[in-house]
């Protein structure tokens, strides 16, 4: 088991470039995973890498083992997935990521009782507003808001959601209530915004009278994390698009209320993405079968 676990670890050393990247994939500290390529290359008398303080670079003995590893590696997930990954008898761990909305309100909620169908199925959830690379993170399956821009993954779509601009009643009583983007943009409007890496300027697309238009936007507050979003649109900070199941208990309450209602955002796609494999994991399919009529029922109540 060492030896195997010596081995996954080079690989994603090998694959990530990077000892500490190559941790956090396995779940450990740096000095471990450099502990465990060291014991590697003690069994099998050669240097993989060439180490320095600003890079990783494989050596020939190393470009050599990768070949062989990535066929072992795979050896036995073949191996433990005809005992361990039939319907009958499901085990292992899911890692999967969502969006801090997606997770907190349509995934997280329905864990539990996914856990009490399949026991000896274990569920590691990673939230974050932020882009996540799946094949880098080590992830099984990610749930999407949006187009999908790599085609490596695997996509099933979930549901169009529509989303809307919305402020809260003392944000309109000061400032008015836009009546389309053009006002909003005319009447200088604060925009609560949200921030992804490298994103260097800020467009809401609309749907005008002549198809969608480009908005370009600005105000005095952004942030990574949605939730954070919606609370300042609360206290009346500003104007804030959202994902209608994200503010409809808001909505309802009379917390927020519509705003440019005659020229509303684009609804987008709800996703789940999984990596492409070439072998079947059952408690992937699982999951899924699990999940998406879960959230669909989820939408459909909101």
């Not at 080590?138 to 085609?151: I, K, N, Q, R």
């Not at 053009?182 to 949200?194: F, K, W």
Request: positive net charge; aromatic residues 6%; hydrophobic residues 45%.
């Amino acid at each position: 088991m060492a030896y195997l676990k010596n081995i996954r670890m080079f690989v994603r050393v090998y694959e990530l470039g990077s000892m500490s990247a190559a941790a956090r994939d396995q779940r450990c500290s740096p000095a471990v995973a450099s502990s465990r390529i060291a014991d590697l290359e003690q069994h099998l008398g050669a240097r993989l890498f060439n180490r320095s303080t600003r890079s990783l670079q494989p050596t020939e003995a190393g470009r050599l083992f990768y070949e062989g590893a990535g066929a072992i590696l795979d050896a036995v997930a073949r191996a433990e997935a005809a005992i361990s990954q039939t319907a009958a008898n499901p085990r292992g761990t899911l890692f999967i990521a969502a969006g801090l909305g997606i997770g907190r309100r349509l995934i997280a909620p329905a864990l539990p009782d996914f856990k009490a169908l399949y026991p000896n199925i274990d569920i590691r959830l990673r939230l974050s507003d932020r882009s996540v690379d799946m094949l880098a993170e080590g992830l099984d399956l990610m749930f999407h808001l949006g187009p999908l821009e790599d085609s490596t993954l695997k996509m099933r779509a979930i549901a169009e959601i529509p989303r809307l601009l919305c402020a809260a009643p003392a944000y309109i009583r000061t400032r008015g209530n836009p009546a389309d983007g053009t006002a909003l943009i005319r009447d200088r409007h604060a925009c609560l915004l949200l921030r992804f890496p490298g994103t260097r300027e800020f467009q809401w697309t609309l749907q005008t009278e002549n198809g969608p238009q480009r908005y370009p936007v600005s105000g005095p507050f952004e942030s990574d994390d949605g939730d954070v979003l919606t609370e300042w649109a609360l206290a009346g900070h500003g104007i804030v698009l959202k994902p209608f199941f994200e503010v409809a208990a808001h909505l309802k309450a009379g917390r927020l209320l519509p705003v440019a209602r005659a020229t509303p955002p684009l609804p987008t796609q709800l996703s789940v993405l999984t990596p492409h494999r070439r072998m079947k994991d059952t408690k992937i399919d699982l999951f899924t079968e699990f999940m998406v009529p879960r959230i669909r029922a989820a939408l459909a109540a909101a």
